[in-house]
């Protein structure tokens, strides 16, 4: 299952909301305002490094270059738009909107 | 009868690039400050991220607007204020802010400045208008 996030955690509780339906192994993009999640040193960081435990993490490259997002959490692999179709093949998709 | 000046404050919450929010407030200040206004602006929340160093949104196939912060000064806005919470609970310090400008007198670049939640809500008292994006 892939899982993608675009809204940013410090506005609403869309992560963790939908983070309570992820399974181990599932995989999660983080675009547009999602990304901020990906920063070290933010009050969300522990709650992503403990979803990385169980979920693969990607971030969309074009989102973290334009927020200027640099330190990111171990474990975060960054992507891009191909990268996003590959992980839309492989995977059931659902959009946390 | 002199007219008073009018103080108008303009609050930035939202993040930049996910809507178009934060670019359009960026062309109302510049608009605004045309006037004869006191005019002062307040990043808070996700706002903090607009004034966040190094954006480069070429891949977005956007042009980007950061780079129009750093003329703030030069239309006469020169105050400029961070959230000192919503920075720190993003793990961003003064270092990561861009400059909007520099002194007149020594030249030297100027950043937002950077105070507590108080100070802004004491500011906000005072205001005839605050306009919120």
């Not at chain 2, 005019?39 to 042009?63: C, H, R």
């Amino acid at each position: 299952m892939l899982h993608t996030v675009n809204k940013s955690p410090f506005q609403n509780t869309t992560l963790m909301d939908a983070a309570r339906f992820f399974q181990s192994g599932d995989v999660l993009l983080l675009l547009e305002d999602g990304v901020f999640a990906c920063q070290t040193g933010t009050i969300h960081a522990a709650f992503v490094e403990n979803l990385l435990k169980n979920v693969k993490v990607y971030a969309m490259r074009a989102d973290l270059k334009a927020r200027a997002i640099t330190q990111l959490i171990p474990g975060i692999e960054i992507t891009d738009y191909s990268g996003f179709v590959e992980l839309v093949e492989k995977n059931k998709v659902h959009s946390w909107l | 009868m002199a007219e008073e000046i009018k103080k108008i404050m303009f609050t930035v919450r939202k993040p930049p690039h996910g809507s178009i929010y934060v670019y359009e407030g960026l062309e109302v200040k510049l608009i605004m400050a045309a006037y004869d206004a006191d005019i002062s602006v307040v990043f808070m929340d996700d706002g903090v991220y607009a004034l966040k160093q190094g954006q480069d949104t070429k891949e977005l196939g956007i042009k980007g607007f950061a780079a129009t912060y750093g003329a703030l000064m030069d239309y006469e806005i020169q105050k400029v204020y961070v959230d000192r919470h919503s920075m720190e609970i993003r793990g961003m310090t003064e270092d990561d802010l861009l400059i909007i400008g520099e002194d007149e007198e020594t030249e030297e670049p100027v950043k937002p400045q950077v105070i507590d939640s108080q100070a802004i809500a004491a500011m906000m008292a005072e205001q005839h208008n605050i306009l919120s994006f």
